[in-house]
């Protein structure tokens, strides 16, 4: 383990690199002004970049947890939490998305603390069919809650944000919380605590013999993550107008998870780059859709055994090929 992960605690915080705020700066660009410019009298395709935004705003939580060298397949599960609070807040008691956004993530947050110490302590695939049953545990936990959530039928017509109506109004408000988000996740990888994370991923045991509280910061990623999740879920709830229990399944947990082998486990904007690129791709052969969890599955193998370091490793290696400095 490399002595940069040995954290001195009165060392002051990492800054995040220049390269990335210039990335931020590109994608922003690119998401706020070129796809407004090129797109914004094409409602469809502004929805399906809307989707392809927040999922990757999802996936981006669990690459957080693949940080700790955890395989999170519980995404859909906080998705869940977060858009049945959103929808209760705003039909039950008349609370508006913009307060109930970041109590939906709050929400999804605490829960993710509460599951988490428990099953945190698990590793491998131990940890992953744990999560992996989070999903459907949550949906049934919804279908079950009676008339708190519908009992089993849709909550709808739940409340669009104030301001917010057309497909290019959702788009611009998905593409400036998932800006925020991979703003968020690339200042935690570059401060003490991404190096925190880091460690643990390369040997828990040894992290925890430097004095690494392990089980705090396990906690603590995957709390991000459930925020994220659980914000992710808020959006969903308001820009489709209802939810129901079976808005999300273990298949959109799982669909989570390969967005963020397919751009890349080591890079913060692999779960973004694989999102779009399925997300799109699906659009685009409108005629597979029926075959997604195939094609998914297919993609999950073929990543693993051709490209187990994501699409953005290929572009790494093409540059160091070529002399340049990435």
Do not use: K
Request: hydrophobic share 60%; aromatic share 10%.
């Amino acid at each position: 383990m490399s002595g940069s992960y040995v954290i001195a605690p009165g060392s002051p915080p990492a800054r995040t690199p220049l390269r990335h705020v210039a990335a931020a700066a590109a994608i922003g660009l690119l998401l706020l002004l070129a796809v407004p410019l090129a797109l914004g009298r094409a409602p469809y395709w502004l929805d399906v970049l809307t989707n392809a935004c927040i999922l990757s705003f999802a996936s981006l939580g669990v690459w957080v947890t693949f940080a700790i060298g955890r395989i999170n397949i519980a995404q859909g599960a906080f998705a869940m939490i977060g858009g049945y609070t959103t929808a209760i807040l705003a039909t039950r008691f008349g609370i508006g998305f913009w307060f109930g956004l970041p109590v939906s993530a709050a929400v999804a947050a605490v829960a993710g603390i509460l599951l988490g110490l428990p099953i945190l302590r698990l590793r491998g695939v131990y940890f992953a069919m744990i999560t992996l049953s989070l999903t459907e545990a949550v949906r049934l936990a919804f279908l079950s809650l009676g008339a708190a959530t519908g009992g089993g039928t849709d909550i709808v017509n739940i409340p669009t944000p104030a301001g917010i109506g057309s497909p290019l109004a959702f788009y611009l408000l998905a593409a400036v919380l998932l800006l925020l988000g991979l703003l968020a996740v690339w200042r935690l990888d570059a401060s003490r605590l991404g190096a925190v994370f880091r460690a643990m991923r390369q040997n828990e045991d040894l992290a925890a013999s430097i004095g690494i509280d392990v089980a705090r910061y396990r906690v603590i990623a995957f709390a991000v993550a459930s925020a994220m999740g659980g914000a992710a879920g808020s959006f969903f709830a308001v820009f489709h107008q209802n939810i129901f229990p079976a808005s999300y399944t273990i298949q959109d947990s799982v669909n989570v998870m390969l967005y963020c082998f397919l751009g890349g486990l080591d890079f913060v904007l692999g779960p973004i780059v694989g999102a779009f690129l399925l997300v799109i791709a699906l659009e685009l052969l409108t005629a597979l859709q029926q075959y997604q969890a195939l094609l998914y599955g297919v993609l999950m193998i073929a990543a693993m055994l051709f490209l187990p370091n994501g699409l953005l490793r290929l572009r790494l290696a093409r540059l160091r090929r070529g002399g340049e400095t990435p």
